[in-house]
């Protein structure tokens, strides 16, 4: 079953293709149970002749599209001799004729089609081709985003073997490290994130790594307890934690060197800290960083 989540990803690149293309009709859906396609979200549709239907790769235009992988379009779908014709009941329900498809690819794996139509038989030329690519190509980098976030929340701190130390051991600096660098990825990953539930759902799981370490209280020479780095702030010293340069911090955020250094020096003025060692040293003691 499609995630809520790819679902409002599906229907933004929908939404997307709907009004930079003109057509008045698009729909689409993610592979679903044995490698087929299911068509959940639809816009400009005047019957639910073609909701939930469960396309199969090679049958029909967006079973052609799954089976190469590249984008098709017919000028007159019930005409049309380049496809086969399994889903000609549902489509005529609709009254469609012009009909596009291209495929929705993510790591070199098809993940999905998106729909493109008009109730008038018209060839569909390659500018509306390469519009409706462009929605496609969004949605892949909403969905790889998705799938790296679910890939680094999946990363846990890994308990010490009972067999080989007592409960509550460290679990070695190389199992730490690994911490620290999913850290570092899953805060730049969360700025790039557009959707606020998983945005937060991300920051959430940054928590409870900064806090794995069982961070100890502050020194005295160290901030407050209470103190407080702003989001760009805590972003840029993770990077910064991960061996990252400025530059490259840049890079993953986002953001212009110079903007970085600024975030930089303003942690480091709120941690009391006079170096870049110093500032993720001490972000570590506070619980802000693991």
Same mark, same amino acid.
Request: include cysteine; hydrophobic fraction near 45%.
């Given at each position: ?19 930079? *293309? ?57 005409? *049309? ?72 929340? !999946? ?48 920051? *959430?799981? @940054? ?5 794995? !370490?069982?961070?100890?209280? @502050? ?19 993770? @990077?910064?934690? *991960? ?48």
């Amino acid at each position: 079953m499609v995630q809520t989540g790819e679902a409002v990803d599906v229907r933004a690149a929908l939404l997307r293709l709907r009004c930079a *293309s003109g057509l008045p009709v698009v729909f689409g859906g993610l592979l679903e149970d044995h490698g087929r396609l299911r068509i959940r979200q639809l816009t400009g549709t005047e019957t639910d002749a073609l909701r939930g239907l469960s396309v199969a790769t090679g049958n029909g235009i967006g079973g052609k599209t799954l089976a190469l992988t590249r984008p098709t379009a017919v000028a007159d779908y019930p005409a *049309s001799r380049t496809i086969s014709h399994e889903y000609d009941a549902a489509v005529a329900e609709e009254g469609l004729r012009a009909v596009l498809a291209v495929p929705v690819v993510v790591r070199h794996r098809v993940r999905g089609v998106l729909y493109g139509a008009l109730r008038e038989r018209v060839p569909l030329g390659d500018r509306t081709i390469a519009t409706a690519m462009d929605a496609a190509r969004g949605l892949e980098r909403a969905l790889a985003e998705r799938d790296e976030a679910q890939r680094l929340l !999946a990363v846990r701190p890994r308990p010490a073997d009972p067999r080989r130390a007592p409960t509550g051991a460290d679990p070695g600096p190389v199992a730490w490290e690994e911490v620290r660098a999913a850290h570092g990825d899953l805060r730049a990953l969360a700025a790039r994130v557009a959707d606020p539930a998983l945005r937060e759902e991300i920051l *959430s799981a @940054c928590g409870r790594l900064a806090t794995a !370490a069982g961070g100890a209280p @502050c020194d005295a020479d160290g901030p407050a307890p209470g103190v407080r780095l702003a989001p760009r702030e805590l972003d840029v010293l993770a @990077c910064v934690a *991960s061996g990252a340069t400025n530059a490259g911090a840049a890079e993953r955020l986002g953001l212009r060197p110079e903007t970085v250094k600024g975030y930089l020096r303003s942690a480091m003025r709120k941690l009391g800290a006079r170096t870049r060692l110093e500032a993720v040293v001490t972000a570590r003691r506070a619980g802000l960083l693991p």
